[in-house]
């Protein structure tokens, strides 16, 4: 009972969060010990019962000794002139629960305490005189999710049935149109639950409309299918029986018949005959009835079963595409990342070239500096028997000669042994008459006579510009 109870206090989808719900739960001795310790909250409680708040649980009827109930069950049966013994797990109470939706618990709260006790009281005595049987217990919880009342049944009515026998479909359909009309009385706001019908035509899934958790039903309903199967061939054995018992009954009832006269003691066994006849075949349709609600019962578990499992399958191929998706996503990360590196690596070696290019751009331009300082400081000479530049500094000379040209003249090629074609640039040209480096602070490059045509030496020649 417990997962019972924590489940149908959550809220499910498409119910009317406005309205009251009446649930019903035949249980033996041992499990009616349970419920009594869970429901005056004696010993150790589940972890969803809030401790702290227990002290404001009402409990408005006691149970009595339930070894007491049991015996009265018993009583009852006797009367109702059932021969077979009592069974040790059969049920001695009804428990049952009142539960609201969460709008409608808010209009109950509204009432106080006392409106709120006589409400349930009257609820649930209408209930027992609904299924013909006596209230045993009544307790109201405010120490869980939200605030509902415990009540226990006697498991037999006053004539000797199974309670259980008679909460078919249609008296559970009956209690629920009950819960409302009573509270109504009490809150005006508080309305009857959805049917299960109208939840499956609004969208709920089936399994929704059974007051369980998924997992529940995940564990549960295999189970149940099992239960019921063993259930349906258990009824259908019983039936078997009792047609036969039938049969065998009509065989006495018919040579009694068959007979002239009949003494005495032969009357009285016709009318026992007969009212045995007339008693199984009570039992024989309510049996047939149970079978028919068993077997419908079955196979909507077995459908509930076959929507889980597709619902798991289509959800399992998404999960497969969703995870080929993210995989997906990652291997692309990780591409990009990879490209990322090798960009900045390339990147680093450019920048590292163009360093290593601007350093000896500066060097040279450095040289070049240098080598027009000693053109006017008159520190350069060109040797008149083999024509090489001397300087006061070699050093800028070979930079110049590795790196820049000097001035740009005509036939241009840089500094140093053997340059060749591939590393023409600028040069000092040879001509006579020799130049001479004049050492004065005003000074200036001095040649003899000009040079003609493509000899001719000029400092930062340029292409003409276009023709306007």
């Known amino acids: 009972m417990k997962d019972y109870i924590q489940d149908i206090l959550i809220p499910v989808r498409h119910s009317n969060p406005n309205a009251v719900s009446i649930r019903i739960k035949a249980k033996s001795l041992s499990r009616a010990k349970w419920q009594r310790r869970h429901d005056f909250r004696i010993g150790k409680q589940p972890a969803y019962v809030d401790r702290a708040r227990s002290h404001l649980n009402r409990p408005l009827i006691e149970l009595r000794p339930l070894p007491q109930i049991q015996a009265e069950n018993k009583d009852l049966r006797e009367k109702a002139g059932r021969i077979r013994a009592m069974k040790s797990d059969a049920a001695v109470v009804t428990v049952g629960i009142i539960t609201f939706g969460h709008i409608a618990a808010k209009h109950f709260l509204e009432l106080t305490p006392d409106k709120q006790d006589a409400a349930f009281i009257e609820l649930v005595q209408e209930i027992a005189a609904r299924l ?92 149940e299918i099992e239960a019921k199967q063993a259930k349906i061939e258990a009824l259908q054995v019983e039936a078997a029986a009792l047609e036969a018992s039938i049969e065998k009954t009509k065989t006495y009832l018919d040579k009694l018949n068959a007979k002239a006269e009949l003494n005495a003691k032969e009357e009285a066994r016709l009318r026992v005959y007969e009212a045995r006849i007339a ?69 680093s070696k450019s920048l590292a070239a163009a360093e290593v290019a601007q350093a000896g751009y500066e060097a040279g ?104």
């Open 132 to 223: 013909n049987t006596k209230v045993e217990a009544l307790v109201v919880h405010l120490d869980e999710t939200t605030i509902h009342a415990h009540f226990m049944l006697r498991a037999y009515d006053d004539d000797g049935n199974a309670v259980s026998e008679m909460a078919k479909t249609k008296v559970l359909v009956g209690l629920q149109d009950l819960g409302a009309l009573v509270m109504q009385r009490h809150h005006p706001k508080i309305e009857r639950g959805h049917r299960k019908a109208d939840r499956l035509a609004a969208g709920a899934d089936y399994p929704e409309t059974l007051n369980r958790s998924v997992r529940q039903l995940h564990d549960d309903l295999p189970l």
């Open 365 to 468: 331009m450095a040289a070049v500096e240098s080598v027009v300082g000693e053109i006017f400081d008159g520190t350069m000479r060109v040797d008149d028997a083999d024509g090489q530049i001397t300087m006061k500094s070699s050093e800028e000379s070979k930079q110049i000669g590795r790196d820049l040209a000097l001035l740009q003249f005509a036939h241009r090629s840089p500094f140093g042994v053997n340059a060749c074609k591939e590393g023409q640039g600028a040069v000092v040209a040879e001509r006579k008459p020799d130049g001479m480096i004049a050492r004065t602070a005003s000074a200036r490059v001095q040649f003899g006579k000009a040079g003609e045509g493509d000899e001719a030496a000029v400092l930062h020649p340029q292409p003409a510009p276009p023709m306007g």
């Open 279 to 347: 008693k199984k075949d009570l039992e024989m349709a309510s049996l047939e009835g149970t079978l028919r609600e068993e077997q419908a019962e079955l196979q909507t578990a077995k459908v509930a079963v076959e929507l889980q499992h597709a619902r798991l399958n289509s959800e399992g191929i998404d999960l497969v595409f969703e995870k080929r998706k993210v995989a997906k996503a990652q291997s692309d990360a990780i591409k990009a990342a990879e490209s990322a590196v090798e960009r900045e690596a390339e990147a």
